[in-house]
């Protein structure tokens, strides 16, 4: 009869707990922005922002790889706006690397900072994470920050704007902090 009572009581806590719903969080500041990403191709030395400096054996530093660029490494330093237009004045800098690590889809790893010196927002927001590149929308992580984004913790989804063959993209980089300090 004890194990009996025993065993309702366990049912009842156990669906008590699954009942309670997870608190929702809600983002402590949102930021959206824009980067622009000109690649170096041999031809645009005075508006290229990127530059691959890294590329598979025999690779050319001008042009990606072949099969989804696998094995190239570019270094960047865009632009970024407030609206999508590339001619808008830059509101900072992104900086930063990825490095194309897939043989047989679209992706890349992103490693970089928003370095930020306007009126409206000083300091930088540091992001790391998977790139699937065909997707509509990606999620990478925001690792940290300085300045008006110190200690700032959150995701940022980024959405591919616009692209010109292999040469130009505009990312649009929509940022939800969840940690802010």
Not at 46 to 70: C, D, Q, W, Y
Not at 92 to 97: D, I, L, P, T
Not at 145 to 173: C, N, P, S
């Amino acid at each position: 009869m004890g194990g009996k009572v025993s065993l309702i009581i366990f049912l009842m806590l156990l669906v008590s707990c699954s009942a309670v719903k997870r608190k929702q969080f809600a983002p402590c500041k949102n930021l959206v922005l824009f980067f622009h990403d000109i690649i170096y191709n041999g031809n645009n030395a005075g508006n290229a922002t990127s530059a691959i400096v890294g590329a598979p054996e025999g690779g050319n530093l001008t042009k990606l790889a072949s099969m989804f660029h696998f094995g190239n490494i570019v270094v960047f330093d865009d632009p970024i706006t407030l609206d999508n237009n590339l001619h808008s004045k830059a509101v900072g800098r992104a900086q930063g690397f990825y490095i194309y690590d897939t043989k047989n889809t679209y992706t890349s790893w992103l490693g970089f900072t928003f370095v930020l010196n306007s009126t409206e927002h000083q300091g930088t927001i540091t992001f790391a994470g998977a790139d699937p590149i065909m997707q509509k929308t990606r999620d990478i992580s925001v690792t940290g920050g300085t300045g008006d984004f110190f200690m700032h913790r959150g995701i940022a989804t980024i959405m591919t704007d616009a692209f010109e063959g292999e040469v130009y993209f505009r990312l649009h980089v929509d940022i939800k902090f969840y940690e802010c300090w």
